[in-house]
């Protein structure tokens, strides 16, 4: 480590890893934390099936660990995840919608009934946070499942997945 007058930096491979300033705020760059988004509508999604919810625009990821929809954990720890899915143009008919969470411990779900809707569903929004324990090398990946109905919901881009390292 190096220390200055306002500053304390910690390095390994003469990369700075952390950094705790003189009001106290540390920074860690390589800290796992990630944000993606759906690039674009995600449109007319199957029934009956695990549909893989896709998030083609990675806004920000910190240490390279979110690749092909899915969040891998570098490290073990407990991990806060975040999905918020906007759907759009859902059947109001159908029996229900879920969406997953699935990590390789243990998924995590949110369901509505949407025939307890009037009539068809413009605009639903649902979110799953979770403190999740994860080891190094386990996965989260983004699932929706319509029971039924027709296929005509949409997942919208103003969908996110994100997530860091807590502890």
């Known amino acids: 480590f190096t220390s200055g007058a306002d500053t304390l930096n910690f390095s390994t491979a003469a990369t700075e890893r952390m950094k705790i300033d003189s009001a ?8 796992p934390a ?13 029934t009956n099936i695990y549909v893989g919810v896709i998030f083609g ?4 990821d910190r240490n390279s660990d979110f690749a092909s929809n899915t969040f891998t954990a570098p490290v073990g720890g407990a991990y806060q995840l975040n999905v918020s899915i906007e759907l759009n143009s859902g059947d109001s008919s159908c029996p229900y919608i879920f969406l997953n969470l699935a990590t390789s411990n243990r998924t995590y779900r949110s369901i509505i009934d949407p025939s307890s809707f009037d009539k068809l569903i413009d ?3 649902f979110t799953i946070s979770a403190l999740a ?15 039924a109905g027709s296929a ?13 390292l807590a502890c």
């Not at 625009?57 to 920000?60: L, S």
Request: hydrophobic share 30%.
């Open 24 to 31: 106290g705020r540390v920074t860690m760059p390589y800290q």
């Open 34 to 46: 990630f944000l993606a988004r759906p690039a674009s509508h995600q449109s007319n999604i199957a």
């Open 57 to 60: 625009t990675e806004v920000f």
């Open 123 to 125: 605009y639903f929004t």
């Open 133 to 147: 324990d994860m080891d190094a090398g386990d996965t989260a990946s983004v699932t929706y499942y319509q029971g």
């Open 152 to 164: 005509q919901g949409d997942i919208t881009p103003e969908s996110f997945f994100s997530g860091y």
